[in-house]
Nanobody, 122 residues
Framework: QLQLVESGGGLVQPGGSLRLSCTAS????????IGWVRQVPGREREGVSCIESDGSTYYADSVTGRFTVSRDNAKNTVYLQMRSLEPEDTAVYYC????????????????WGQGTQVTVSS
């Protein structure tokens, strides 16, 4: 059974940093595209970042220059390093996996984690 588990969320002050992890079990991530998506209650999901199996990365304009996605296939884990966090980054962050590419709408990705809460507040 394909399973993704996010971790690393929490409460951080504006300007702070967090690193989210997305660890897979039941399959290896090597050939998968991993997307990071965030959602605020009452609002639509927002694609944050995506990393291809070859390591190519993509970012939403709102996080470019502040967030970095990376993958460690040996650990079967994808990371989202978040810096210079702003209150507007507060959301539940999800990772999702798919065998297609980052051009695929994230909502169509096949496997999802349960999400991890990120709260940016003083």
């Amino acid at each position: 059974q394909l399973q993704l588990v996010e971790s690393g969320g929490g409460l951080v002050q504006p300007g702070g940093s967090l690193r989210l992890s997305c660890t897979a079990s039941g399959f290896t991530l090597d050939n998968y595209v991993i997307g990071w998506v965030r959602q605020v209650p009452g609002r639509e999901r927002e694609g944050v970042s995506c990393i291809e199996s070859d390591g190519s990365t993509y970012y939403a304009d709102s996080v470019t220059g502040r967030f970095t996605v990376s993958r460690d296939n040996a650990k079967n884990t994808v990371y989202l390093q978040m810096r210079s966090l702003e209150p507007e980054d507060t959301a539940v962050y999800y990772c999702a996996a798919d065998l297609r590419d980052c051009g695929t709408p994230t909502n169509d990705f096949g496997s999802w984690g349960q999400g991890t809460q990120v709260t940016v507040s003083s």
